[in-house]
């Protein structure tokens, strides 16, 4: 079964860059879907980026799209985001999920997820 692992957050300061890492193990990452999602204390779950099975596509929310980037290194069966330019209002836990058939904003389509990785962003 996936396991998912997050890491990589932090106290950061505004206009700095970050990258979160989703270690993936039990199998190959790259078999599935992986989004990343945040959530704020009292807030939904949010979809942030995700890239595709065998790296096909990379999607974004427009909101995101100029600031992060998601990757994959299947040798280190790992995915990242990289958070340039972060801002206060992205402190929010960040998690990574996998979906085994494709890409979606429903934190309810994954069928599994990591704890999360705590980010704050301030001066």
């Known amino acids: 079964q996936l396991q998912l692992v997050e890491s990589g957050g932090g106290l950061v300061q505004p206009g700095t860059s970050l990258r979160l890492s989703c270690a993936a193990s039990?199998?190959?990452?790259?078999?599935?879907?992986i989004g990343w999602f945040r959530q704020v204390p009292g807030g939904v779950r949010e979809g942030v980026s995700c890239?595709?099975?065998?790296?096909?596509?990379?999607y974004y929310r427009s909101t995101f799209r100029d600031r992060f980037v998601i990757s994959r290194d299947k040798d280190k069966n790992t995915v990242y985001l990289q958070m340039n330019d972060v801002k206060p209002e992205d402190t929010a836990v960040y998690y990574c999920?996998?979906?085994?058939?494709?890409?979606?904003?429903?934190?309810?389509?994954?069928?599994?997820w990591g704890h999360g990785t705590q980010v704050t962003v301030s001066s």
């Open positions: 890239i595709t099975k065998n790296d096909l596509t990379d």
């Open positions: 039990g199998d190959a990452s790259n078999h599935y879907a």
């Open positions: 999920a996998a979906d085994y058939v494709f890409c979606s904003w429903r934190d309810d389509e994954y069928d599994f």
